[in-house]
C-alpha cells in the first residue's frame, strides 16, 4: 500500500484550509486568490479526502454541463492521482460520476 504525507501535496497556504475543514465545524470556507493560485487543485484534494473520512456525497453543479469534463471532473480525476488513491475511485465518463468503492458515496456532476 502506498502512503503519502499530505503536508507534500498541500501547499503552505492550504494546509491551514484543509485542517479546517476536517474538523468538521465549519460549512462554508471562503478561499481567496487569482488565477493560478492552487484553490481548485487544493479544494478538489479536500473534496476527495473528506469524503474518503466521511459517508458523504457531493454535486457538482455548472451552469453549462458541457464545460463539467474539462473543469471540475478533470481536476477531481487529478487530485485522486496526485493522492494516490485510485484503487478506491470508480470513474464513469459517459454519465460523470465518481464513486468512492469501500462506501458507496457518490460525486455526480450536473448542468444545463
Request: hydrophobic fraction near 45%; charge should be positive; avoid cysteine.
Amino acid at each position: 500500500m502506498t502512503s503519502i504525507k499530505l503536508s507534500t501535496v498541500f501547499i503552505a497556504k492550504f494546509k491551514q484550509i484543509w485542517k479546517l475543514a476536517k474538523s468538521g465545524k465549519y460549512l462554508r470556507i471562503v478561499l481567496k486568490g487569482g488565477r493560478g493560485s492552487g484553490k481548485s487543485t487544493a479544494i478538489a484534494m479536500i473534496i476527495i479526502l473528506l469524503m474518503m473520512m466521511f459517508p458523504i456525497s457531493a454535486l457538482v453543479v455548472r451552469k453549462v454541463a458541457s464545460t463539467l469534463r474539462e473543469s471540475v471532473y478533470e481536476e477531481l480525476k487529478e487530485a485522486i492521482s496526485i493522492l494516490k488513491v485510485e484503487r478506491y475511485w470508480h470513474i464513469t465518463s459517459g454519465i460523470l460520476s465518481m464513486t468512492y468503492l469501500p462506501r458507496g458515496n457518490k460525486i455526480i456532476f450536473r448542468g444545463k
